[in-house]
């Protein structure tokens, strides 16, 4: 074990060191340093007010600022997506401006666009209404046209015309009521013209039929188009109606009528000269007002575009400041007041990085009193940050996803990185279907920068993060492919017999059993390795922490229970393959247990065999009370020896420095609940002892999704492809070939690899992870700008 | 061509990539150290793939029967 020691440390296996810093900055500077600490993002500040309400904060006020502006800031961006307004995002050419006059500057644009919305809006209500009037005009003037073309009469004969006139037989019984219209010289026959939504038009017509019973004419005519309702700005089906009637009363009845329907009523005058003279007067003003719009559109627009330019810099730099407070908001007012102090993590090898940007900020604010930066102890356990590349990043989310590993913990994902596309090739392993990965993967690789740059879909997004992994799984799929020969189902490739299955298998009828046997004793021995694999990264761990009691009493028994019973499984695997016997190894496992003394017969393998078994039995069952008891009463022990030094510490120095020993640190020590360590360990022990069976079964999915994938295959080729190409008939053939290849790239690329990737995660995860990997640490999420991008996004 | 001689050849190539991955991309100790880690990580598991799958053809126990021609 001497020549591990003397490696140097490997890259990725544990988190990076990280320490916990004290920041003290004067007022004046604060802000800039957090800016350029933010520009560097290494650092992770811890919340000092959490107990504080957004509102009792230091610097609530600029964050209310900030939020007022994100809002102007979205305002805009709306009114530029709804006047459809493209505007070119100019490069840096205008100075970087202050927070102060950019403040200004959007209030300034906001109450110009605010007044030219209101402006336009109501122009738009006058140009709608003469457009209406217009309509009224042309409409009512063809029904005054066609009640004057009935003979014109004096007046009082008109009164009978209007009674005489086609009315609904409805009306007739009411002529009896005879209301009588005075013939003063008031109560000539008049009218209101006006519009009304067509869908209200027949309950207006009968309202006014009875609010004047009877004594009333409604003609009406249909606009012909829909014209936009000037109130609520939406295009409706509009009638144009003209109420003919006498009398003084029933104009107030009618008008008021109008007003509860939401008809607009328009004078119209009586005469045609007169009417021809409006309409001409509403068209000139209808074409001035149209000018008018235009040009006010057209004002709008470019005050957009202009703003348009500018608003992505101007969103990004809002969003900085805001992130700015609301990091100083973190921090606490030291005693004078003039001093702001902050606590938080940052690794190690940072430190140099962060002192010269706190020395920066301190030249550019031009302050007198340099930052004071140094570290401090804490009893908290720090963030794990992992210093991951575009390669390295995929494996490490996926472990990330199961748990983020505690602090300086051995990482799975250093394993994983080979282990996971190799498990999902050994489920998948077929280099037809392999090399289709291949081009996916490349595909993706090579057009990174652009793909990088994008929006994409949640699924694209999560292929191109995957894009390493996917080429990884390709590459072992081809290999395990070739050694299974299993190609798409399709060529026979005739390999040479010392690399991979003998092709003489395929077809044979005995094919079925020998893959089986094959596989099922492949899915074990690959099992026990990654187990064993998993504990030995345990030992490291307890090893790196200076763990001798986990070494002791939990690294070597579990070693022992599981190489004595699955460890000598897999040897008798490889010595019937290597002997030929024809043992049975179900039979020898059982009974080992169940009979461990009794005569092996047939089943013997080696001599000696018997006794071994019983050797390896007893071994196996010494290992489980070896790694159940003894941690809890050694631990026990271990704490009164710390607990009884404590005493007589606290007696000796009363006038501790109270940073030294906190509360919650005297408390964890005295806190030592022996029932709950004891139960800790037992779960641990039943879950390993249960778990190495359970576990090493689990591992026969190996054998059963490839089994799947190659059935399916070899389906899909004979039944849909070969059944096809049977047939002369060429349309036959291209169906055929066009329902292979959807088959094939659907369920089998898209289901098959979907399927073999999960199947391969849970055997890292629960087979693997569960020897050695805790996993409950937090992630190291430092303040930084581009991480607030990413957020966004 | 023999089990001994396979897993040879599969040691040599193991031996040869690594030397690869310390000449093209030599990034200090501790990276070196990682690249080591996957490449051998990968020999040995295609090296197992290749014995399991050869050992178990060493001696078979039932031979291929082909479906009567």
């Not at chain 1, 070899?714 to 053939?733: C, I, N, Q, R």
Request: hydrophobic letters at 45%; one cysteine or more.
């Amino acid at each position: 074990m001497g020549v591990f020691d003397r490696l140097p440390p490997m890259d990725h296996l544990r988190s990076e060191k990280m320490c916990f810093v004290q920041l003290i900055m004067p007022a004046e500077s604060a802000r800039l340093a957090v800016t350029y600490l933010g520009e560097l993002g290494l650092v992770q500040f811890k919340d000092l007010n959490e107990d504080k309400s957004p509102f009792q904060r230091i610097f609530v006020n600029q964050v209310k600022r900030c939020a007022e502006m994100t809002r102007k800031l979205r305002f805009f961006s709306d009114q530029i997506n709804k006047a459809g307004v493209k505007s070119s995002v100019r490069p840096a050419l205008q100075p970087d401006i202050d927070l102060e006059e950019l403040e200004a500057k959007l209030g300034e644009h906001e109450h110009d666009l605010l007044e030219m919305n209101t402006n336009s809006e109501k122009l738009l209500q006058t140009y709608n209404e003469l457009l209406e009037f217009k309509l009224v005009l042309s409409k009512a003037g063809g029904i005054l046209a066609s009640s004057h073309n009935h003979a014109t009469p004096p007046e009082r004969e008109l009164d009978e015309h209007i009674y005489n006139k086609e009315m609904d037989d409805g009306n007739a019984y009411l002529l009896e009521e005879g209301v009588h219209l005075g013939t003063t010289d008031n109560s000539g026959v008049k009218f209101v013209s006006g519009i009304i939504l067509k869908s209200k038009a027949l309950a207006f017509e009968r309202m006014l039929f009875r609010a004047t019973r009877g004594n009333m004419f409604f003609n009406q005519a249909p606009a012909g188009e829909p014209v936009t309702d000037p109130i609520s700005g939406e295009e409706v089906e509009k009638t144009v109606f003209v109420v003919f009637f006498s009398g003084d009363q029933a104009k107030a009845k009618i008008l008021k009528i109008c007003n509860s329907f939401g008809a607009s009523c328009y004078p119209v005058p009586e005469e045609m000269v007169k009417q021809r003279q409006f309409f001409r007067e509403v068209s000139a003003r209808l074409s001035d007002l149209e000018v008018t719009l235009d040009a006010g559109i057209q004002h709008r627009n470019k005050a957009l575009e202009s703003v348009g330019s500018q608003l992505w810099r101007w969103t990004i730099m809002v969003k900085k400041e805001k992130a700015v407070y609301d990091t100083l908001n973190m921090l606490n007012f030291d005693v004078t007041k003039k001093c702001l102090v902050g606590e938080g993590w940052c690794p190690i090898f940072a430190i140099s990085q962060i002192k010269d940007v706190l020395q920066r900020a301190t030249l550019h604010s031009n302050s007198q009193v340099g930052i004071i930066f140094h570290e401090m102890d804490t009893i908290d356990s720090p963030p794990t940050y992992f210093r991951t590349d575009k390669f390295t990043n995929a494996f490490q989310e996926i472990v990330d996803a199961y748990g983020i590993a505690r602090y300086e913990e051995a990482n799975p994902a250093v394993y994983s990185v080979i282990t996971f596309p190799f498990l999902f090739a050994v489920m998948f392993g077929d280099w037809g279907h392999g090399i289709c990965l291949l081009l996916g993967a490349f595909v993706l690789i090579l057009r990174e920068k652009k793909l990088s740059s994008q929006k994409l879909g949640s699924f694209m997004e999560m292929a191109f993060g995957g894009r390493y992994v996917i080429l990884l799984m390709a590459l072992f799929s081809i290999y395990c492919g070739l050694i299974d020969a299993h190609t798409a189902g399709l060529i026979k490739v005739r390999d040479p017999y010392p690399f991979g299955v003998d092709p003489s298998w395929r077809g044979s009828r005995s094919e079925l059993p020998f893959l089986n046997s094959l596989k099922m004793k492949m899915s074990i021995l690959m099992g026990v390795s990654q187990m064993n694999l998993g504990i030995v990264l345990s030992y490291f761990d307890a090893k790196f922490h200076g763990n001798a009691l986990d070494i002791r009493y939990q690294f070597i028994p579990q070693m022992i229970f599981l190489n004595s019973l699955f460890g000598y499984l897999a040897l008798l695997i490889l010595i019937k393959w290597c002997s030929g016997s024809k043992a049975d190894l179900y039979h020898v496992m059982i009974y080992m247990f169940l009979d461990p003394a009794g005569d092996l017969g047939e089943n013997q393998l080696f001599w000696g065999q018997k006794e071994l078994q019983i050797l390896l039995l007893l071994m196996a069952i010494v290992a489980v009370p070896w790694m159940l008891f003894p941690k809890p009463f050694i631990l026990r022990k271990l704490h009164k020896e710390r607990f009884q030094g404590h005493t007589y510490r606290f007696l000796g120095t009363s006038e501790m420095d109270p940073d030294s020993e906190p509360d919650s640190a005297r408390s964890r020590h005295d806190n030592f609940n022996f029932t709950e360590v004891f139960v800790h360990q037992m779960i641990h022990s039943i879950e390993f002892v249960l778990g190495a069976v359970s576990n090493t079964a689990s591992y026969l999915r190996l054998w059963a999704l490839s089994l799947a994938h190659s059935e399916l295959s070899t389906v899909f080729y004979e039944k849909l492809l070969l059944l096809a190409w049977g047939y002369d008939s060429l349309v036959v053939k291209l169906v055929g070939f066009i329902v292979f290849a959807f088959a094939t790239a659907f369920i089998l690329l898209m289901m098959e690899s979907l399927s073999a990737f999960l199947h391969a995660l849970r055997l890292h995860w629960v087979e693997f992870m569960s020897k050695f990997y805790h996993g409950d640490g937090y992630k190291f999420k430092p303040f930084s700008f581009a991480l607030l991008a990413d957020d966004e996004d | 061509m023999g089990f001994l001689v396979t897993t040879l050849i599969f040691l040599l190539s193991g031996g040869v990539a690594s030397l690869l991955s310390l000449l093209c991309c030599n990034r200090g100790p501790s990276t070196n150290l990682f690249h080591l880690t996957l490449v051998i990580t990968a020999t040995v598991c295609c090296w197992m793939m290749w014995a399991i799958v050869y050992l178990a053809q060493l001696k078979p126990l039932i031979n291929p029967i082909l479906s009567g021609e």
